[in-house]
């Protein structure tokens, strides 16, 4: 299944609180150190340069497997607008919607709204093991720059710094 059969079904919107439950979920089963309720909350309401965005499933979604899930929460990411940068601090695709092409659809996003504010650079960090994630910012023309030694716990590992700078 492709993206563009999925965007008829898929909403991207801004998160709110009542998402929390269903992304503390999806966050379980994303990172060895997921975030917490209260982080996210933080985001939603505080954080004024925060932009937490969400991708619900309208409806019943019929796994491969053959279960349902009830408007399943497909994916989401949290982004910060700090002057001329943009900052990447949280981006999950829940596994039920994994290589279906979201993750690439919320960088999208974050370029466009990037190129609206005159965003010169994006930046993030990825655990060094997690290739995936950085072929996947890679395609996206992220590049490495800098190393943070033993930036995170269980296990302890490098995050590597990737830079955005042609938006
Ligand atoms: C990494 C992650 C965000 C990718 O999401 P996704 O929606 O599956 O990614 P996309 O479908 O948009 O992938 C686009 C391209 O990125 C690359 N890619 C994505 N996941 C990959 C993987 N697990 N292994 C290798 N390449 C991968 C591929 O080139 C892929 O294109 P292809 O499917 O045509 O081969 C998702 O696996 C995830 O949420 N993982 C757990 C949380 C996480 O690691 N978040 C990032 C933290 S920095």
Known sequence: ??????????????????????????????????????MFVNEISDVKYSHPILARWEGEY?????????????????????IDEIHIG???????????????????HIFKMAREWKVVHITLEVRASNQGAINL????????????KQYYLNPDEDAIVMLKDDI
Request: hydrophobic fraction near 50%; proline fraction near 3%.
């Open 1 to 38: 299944m492709n993206l563009s059969l999925l965007s008829e079904k898929i909403i991207l919107r801004r998160m709110t609180l009542d998402d929390l439950d269903d992304i503390l979920q999806v966050e379980k089963q994303c990172f060895t150190m997921p975030w917490t309720r209260g």
């Open 62 to 82: 019929l796994s491969e497997e053959g279960a349902v899930f009830a408007n399943p929460v497909c994916g989401y990411a949290v982004f910060w607008k700090i």
């Open 90 to 108: 949280n981006l999950a695709i829940a596994p039920l919607f994994r290589r279906k092409g979201l993750a690439s659809f919320f960088l999208e």
């Open 137 to 148: 910012y890679k395609s996206f023309g992220f590049r490495e720059i800098a190393i943070r």
